[in-house]
């Protein structure tokens, strides 16, 4: 346990930036779920709104420091290469 007052801060800090991140992340797993089920159902017009929003969410994530930016980079491209795919 932190006894300084530096150290209580920083543990007070840590506590809420781990909240913040960890609803962000589960935000962003939420909406890559669904877009991997949205590809898997096979309609082309659905699964491309729900890339629309998912980019979206992939962008805030890098904003808010929860995802690099070349690993959202490396998400966008394969989820628009299998989104371009289908029929």
């Known amino acids: ?16 930036r781990t909240v913040r991140n960890r609803a962000n992340t589960s935000r962003l797993r939420t909406q890559l779920r669904d ?31 929860t995802l690099h930016e070349n690993t959202a980079a490396r998400y966008k491209s394969r989820l628009g290469a299998h989104v371009a795919a289908m029929k």
Do not use: C
Request: glycine share 4%; charged share 30%.
């Open 1 to 16: 346990m932190a006894n300084h007052f530096s150290a209580l801060k920083r543990a007070r800090q840590t506590e809420r």
């Open 35 to 65: 877009m991997r089920e949205a590809i898997q159902k096979g309609d082309k017009a659905a699964a491309e709104q729900v890339y629309r929003q998912t980019v979206s969410l992939l962008d805030k994530a890098i904003q808010k420091g």
